[in-house]
């Protein structure tokens, strides 16, 4: 007997796809079998080269499951979750077995926080982190097991943070593989004001007025080349990365315990949560995974950038050992939510209700 109406199993879903995702790729697909809910990975929209063994695809969908899980909550529901449930099948990341606990629905605060949450990449962000607000973001994280948040405590080790950030930045623009990744997922074509339903609106980008040309630019393999015999790349890694972070109040890094798969997973579901925290503490956040993500090893790159890649990995341990570092939260104030916000697929493109 089902005990999940459609309506429910609609709202659920709705909550799942407004997780966050690289790029707002949004690798997301879905399919009910009764009360059970199988997420599965879209091959179509995720294995690409920052994708290697769905680093991303996975910290993605654990963000839409713990949505879900929270949503749902907040209505009653609960969810048995096993994750990985076949495990030649790469491409099935979990199933949820869905049930109705009797009672009233439990408070859950981080509920309403969904529809609020996005990505701010303006700057200068004011205003300090409190240790009470840092308290409460650590111990969203650690409320998936072995996830937890480091933040650094010295001027040296944000020092520190912000170079290999800038770093593995600097390595996006430097590379013709990792460049041309990036500047696929830009929607150029809906212009500098328009919203669109998947991939990066430029208005979402945060580039100031008179660089957009310059930077529309960029996405030409040739011009990219060209401009970085310029030294282009290290002046976008300090502009992209270095000079917000560095004029930012807060930054912490999403700490897992190995590069297992269940565990990026996990910590796509630790992520949601400190976000969804933090967007109830009105606080401003912008994740930076490059550094976690070509830290783990799993990235190819050409030979001649192979060394700088080879750096990061060990710079990020050192930092926050022991454990991966995975995902830079740059955290702060601002007094209104950025005009361009990425949008989202229709519910239906996500798989079928039943």
């Not at 990985?84 to 869905?98: H, I, S």
């Not at 308290?135 to 040296?156: D, E, S």
């Not at 500098?192 to 008179?210: I, M, S």
């Not at 015999?229 to 300090?238: S, Y």
């Amino acid at each position: 007997m089902r005990t999940v109406d459609r309506h429910t199993k609609e709202g659920i879903l709705r909550a799942g796809i407004a997780a966050p995702s690289a790029d707002n790729s949004q690798p997301w697909c879905f399919a009910w079998q009764g009360d059970d809910l199988d997420l599965r990975i879209d091959a179509s929209r995720s294995g690409h080269v920052s994708d290697t063994r769905y680093v991303l695809s996975d910290l993605a969908a654990g963000a839409c499951l713990e949505n879900m899980v929270i949503h749902a909550r907040s209505l009653g529901y609960a969810a048995d979750l096993q994750p990985f449930p076949q495990p030649d099948d790469e491409l099935w990341v979990a199933r949820m077995r869905w049930r109705h606990d009797p009672g009233p629905p439990p408070v859950e605060p981080l509920a309403r926080a969904i529809a609020q949450r996005h990505t701010d990449r303006r700057f200068p962000w004011s205003g300090s982190i409190d240790a009470d607000a840092q308290a409460r973001l650590n111990a969203q994280a650690q409320l998936i097991p072995g996830q937890r948040l480091w933040w650094p405590q010295t001027p040296h080790a944000r020092k520190a943070a912000l170079d290999v950030i800038r770093q593995a930045e600097t390595l996006r623009f430097r590379s013709p593989t990792l460049h041309a990744e990036l500047f696929s997922s830009i929607r150029f074509a809906v212009g500098w004001h328009a919203a669109c339903e998947e991939g990066l609106a430029p208005t979402t980008l945060a580039v100031e007025p008179p660089l957009r040309p310059v930077f529309q630019a960029l996405r030409r393999p040739a011009m990219m080349s060209m401009f970085n015999r310029l030294g282009a790349a290290t002046v976008l890694g300090w502009r992209s990365a270095w000079l917000p972070i560095r004029l930012s109040p807060g930054l912490c890094l999403l700490v897992i315990p190995s590069t297992a798969r269940s565990d990026v997973l996990a910590a796509g579901r630790a992520l949601q949560r400190v976000w969804l925290q933090a967007t109830l503490d009105g606080l401003s956040v912008q994740p930076y995974a490059a550094a976690g993500v070509l830290g783990l090893g799993f990235v190819a790159v050409e030979p001649a950038l192979q060394q700088s890649l080879s750096r990061v990995g060990p710079t990020l341990r050192n930092l926050c050992a022991p454990g991966y570092g995975l995902v830079f939260l740059r955290l702060g104030h601002t007094r209104s939510a950025p005009r361009g916000r990425s949008g989202r697929r229709t519910l239906e493109s996500f798989g079928a209700l039943q």
